[in-house]
């Protein structure tokens, strides 16, 4: 499976922004798909994932209720939707997927087969 990531941009903190995850090649009916994200100078970490077999969304404890992951099946595509955002929401975001068929949480980098390339958010104060 491919992906694209895309929606980044700048916002002042409090605003909003919508990442855009798309996959082609394969239907994520069956994927598991994260988003991560990497500040300048830090190790990429966890921001929340999905699992399209089935459950519910999983988010790291810095942005639960802040950012809201959803899909659509129909553009086999998966949003990452970030309110409230702060400044050290600043990064580069990246989605990944994982083939699985079972109900799991993968949140480790390591879990993830394949990989966007990254869409940019930067975060005003």
């Known amino acids: 499976v491919q992906l694209q990531a895309s929606g980044g941009g700048l916002a002042q903190a409090g605003g909003s922004l919508r990442l855009s995850c798309a996959g082609s090649?394969?239907?994520?009916?069956?994927?598991?798909v994260g988003w991560f994200r990497q500040a300048p100078g830090k190790e990429r970490e966890f921001v929340g994932t999905?699992?399209?077999?089935?459950?519910?969304?999983d988010y790291a404890g810095s942005v639960k209720g802040r950012f809201t992951i959803s899909s659509d099946s129909a553009k086999n595509t998966v949003y990452l939707q970030m309110d409230s955002l702060k400044p050290e929401d600043t990064a580069v975001y990246y989605c990944?997927?994982?083939?699985?068929?079972?109900?799991?949480?993968?949140?480790?980098?390591?879990?993830?087969?394949?990989w966007g390339q990254g869409t940019e958010v930067t975060v005003s104060s």
């Open positions: 990944a997927a994982k083939r699985s068929i079972f109900r799991l949480t993968y949140v480790s980098t390591a879990d993830y087969n394949y």
């Open positions: 090649g394969r239907t994520f009916s069956n994927y598991a």
């Open positions: 999905i699992n399209l077999s089935g459950g519910t969304p």
